[in-house]
């Protein structure tokens, strides 16, 4: 029996859009660090966030380019 519960498989060098716009405009970020918590940059200013794996996956709307 596989786990009901999968998480996607982020991966450094990702980019997606988010539900909500940063104060700057942008919607598009890159992710910097994947793990239990998720690092990205916004590609509009360079701003860096860190969030947790759930906040960062409900906030998420579509993924923009895989990780080569």
Same mark, same amino acid.
């Given at each position: 029996m596989?786990?009901?519960?999968?998480?996607?498989?982020?991966?450094?060098?990702? $980019?997606?859009? @988010?539900?909500?716009?940063?104060?700057?405009? !942008?919607?598009?970020?890159?992710?910097?660090?994947?793990? &239990?918590?998720?690092?990205? $940059?916004c590609? @509009?200013?360079?701003?860096?966030?860190?969030? !947790?794996?759930?906040?960062?996956?409900?906030?998420?709307? &579509?993924?923009?380019?895989?990780?080569?």
């Open positions: 596989g786990n009901p519960f999968e998480l996607y498989p982020f991966q450094a060098g990702e $980019r997606v859009k @988010t539900r909500k716009a940063h104060p700057c405009g !942008g919607t598009a970020w890159e992710v910097v660090r994947a793990g &239990e918590d998720i690092r990205i $940059r590609e @509009t200013c360079g701003h860096y966030v860190s969030l !947790g794996r759930r906040d960062f996956e409900k906030s998420v709307k &579509e993924i923009l380019k895989k990780a080569p």
